[in-house]
């Protein structure tokens, strides 16, 4: 596990989130310059209330 988190780390170049009303979209830059979608968090309407998806690794999706 230590080893597959150690590659991760070494791809990813920066995290980016932005939000659009109740939702907020984390995106990952890796160090070749692509962006690729990582997870969305949704607020379920009360600051201890939130919802948590992850993005597919499928291209294309």
């Given at each position: 596990?230590t080893?597959?988190?150690?590659?991760?780390e070494?791809?990813?170049?920066?995290?980016?989130?932005?939000?659009?009303?109740?939702?907020?979209?984390?995106?990952?830059?890796?160090?070749?310059?692509?962006?690729?979608?990582?997870?969305?968090?949704?607020?379920?309407?009360?600051?201890?209330?939130?919802?948590?998806?992850?993005?597919?690794?499928?291209p294309?999706?």
């Amino acid at each position: 596990m230590t080893d597959l988190i150690t590659f991760a780390e070494s791809q990813l170049a920066a995290v980016h989130v932005r939000h659009s009303g109740q939702f907020a979209h984390v995106d990952g830059e890796l160090a070749a310059g692509e962006s690729i979608r990582l997870m969305r968090l949704h607020q379920g309407g009360s600051v201890t209330t939130w919802g948590f998806a992850l993005c597919l690794a499928t291209p294309g999706v």
